[in-house]
């Protein structure tokens, strides 16, 4: 059975939910929303703390909230929201195929957004060694476990990483009644903002150790201890703990956009797209965390608001604009979203593009170069850091020579 729809939204998180808002009131035809889960709202539906809608809402919310409130917003528009319906693949350019509980079917569209997420890499991806046991977990799924089947973890917790993720898993795990005794981070100094490392620190009294890892994981059955080595002195020692929770490091969901032949990004591993969302397949667009893994949600969500107007113009026939002029995130910087810009095309949802950096800089100037000629510097006044998105002014390459070769970030 194939059936048709005008848009198919792939994944009903933040940026799914919001692009098939944005998009129903003004398509003649079906917005679909295809959700694996038995429910939309994506990640913040499992992460049961404040800190959610800021940017989009303007409002201050608990993950769960958001998720409602933007399930809410998209079913309002008009959107049909289909649950335990998991895309497996595609059938043609825009025709997905879609597995579920009534059956397995063909969806074709006339525009496909995916906004599929990011997930963190969980321990056998990290090649951390040891015994098998029990009790390690990303945050993602001890979200899952402790906010949605209501299942007990262990009393004494290790986490691996230090970033804004691994103190929402340390909230959590607290609610659930187990104590983290340590953070470690490999880099210089922990990733997460001082704001959130200090009080972090004072309510819930975790040691965070810099410059250490996590290289082995022992216990039959349940975890018993973990080694921790210290990567300047090579020193080990082992911390006894019975859960260990793996925080950060993302991966995008990414198979499907692989699966379909789109252009990939070897920095973000995400689909390539320009500034208005486009993948290299006229008709199929991305949005969210799939394209930066990982901003917050909001940002999220306001790619999928971004999205539509490129979405509409496909549908109203505008044909997809060819060229532009790729961007390069230079080392220390690990990758730049959107990698595409078109000058005189829109610019990137909230005019910034979005950085991943490896290092940490306190005042960072960024320069972007063409053919060794500079076409912006800026110093900016907030820190680029490990561990989270770092933002840019669009401005920085908007001058860029559409003949021109690659425009080149890099970060002093
Ligand atoms: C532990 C944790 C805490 C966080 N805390 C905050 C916070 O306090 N504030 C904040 O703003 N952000 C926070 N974030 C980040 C935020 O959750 C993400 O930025 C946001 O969820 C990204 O939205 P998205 O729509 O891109 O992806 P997701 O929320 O990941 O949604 C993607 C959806 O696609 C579905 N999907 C994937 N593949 C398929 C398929 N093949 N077929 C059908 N459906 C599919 C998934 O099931 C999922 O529902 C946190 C993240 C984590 C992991």
Redesign the pocket.
């Known amino acids: 059975m194939t059936e048709r729809v005008r848009v198919a939204v ?9 692009a098939a808002a944005a998009l129903a009131p003004s398509v003649a035809g079906d917005v679909l929303v ?4 038995v429910e ?8 049961d ?7 989009d809402l303007r409002r201050f919310m608990s ?1 769960p909230e ?1 998720a409602r409130r933007l399930t809410g917003s998209a079913r309002e528009a008009g959107a049909r929201l289909e649950t335990e ?4 693949g595609w059938a043609g350019p825009r025709t997905l195929e ?1 597995t579920s509980p009534r059956g397995r079917r063909l969806v074709e569209a006339d525009a496909v957004v995916l ?6 890499r969980p321990r056998p991806a990290r090649l951390i060694a040891g015994d098998r046991p029990d009790g390690v977990y ?3 799924q ?2 899952n476990l402790v906010h949605l089947h209501h299942r007990e973890v262990g009393r004494r917790a290790v986490i691996v990483g230090a970033e ?2 691994s103190w ?2 340390v909230l ?1 795990l607290h609610e659930a009644g187990c104590r983290t005794v340590l953070m470690t981070s490999e880099y210089d100094k922990p990733e997460a903002y001082t704001a959130f490392r200090v009080p972090g620190r004072l309510a819930f009294g975790v040691l965070v150790r810099a410059r250490t890892r996590v290289v082995a994981i022992h216990g039959k059955g349940r975890v018993t201890s973990v080694e921790i080595e210290n990567l300047d002195t090579g020193q080990r020692h082992r911390v006894p703990c019975d859960t260990v929770i793996t ?1 950060g490091d993302w991966i995008p ?1 990414h ?2 956009a692989r699966a379909a032949g789109l252009d990939l990004d070897e920095g973000t591993r995400g689909p390539r797209v320009d500034t208005s969302l486009a993948t290299s397949v006229p008709g199929v667009f991305a ?5 930066h893994p ?8 306001l ?2 608001r971004h999205v539509a107007a490129a979405v509409l113009g496909h549908l109203a026939g505008e044909p997809a604009p060819g060229g532009g002029v790729p961007l390069v995130a230079e080392a220390p910087l690990r990758w730049v979203a959107p990698q595409l810009v078109r000058p005189g095309g829109p610019p990137p949802s909230r005019g910034k593009l979005l950085l991943w950096s490896d290092a940490f800089r306190t005042l960072p100037r960024v320069t972007a170069t063409q053919d060794g000629r500079v076409l912006g510097r800026a110093r900016l006044p907030w820190p680029a850091a490990p561990g989270r998105v770092f933002r840019v002014p669009y401005s920085l390459v908007a001058g860029a020579d559409p003949a021109g070769g690659p425009v080149r970030l890099t970060l002093a």
């Open positions: 792939i994944g009903g998180g933040p940026a799914g939910l919001t295809l959700e694996r889960e939309t709202g994506g990640i913040p539906r499992h992460s703390h404040p800190g959610y809608g800021l940017r993950g958001y319906a998991m895309v497996t879609v906004a599929t997420g990011a997930r963190e990303t945050t993602g001890l979200q804004l993720v929402s898993a959590t925080t969901d198979e499907l949005a969210g965390n799939l394209l990982v901003d917050t949600a909001d940002v999220a969500a790619d999928g």
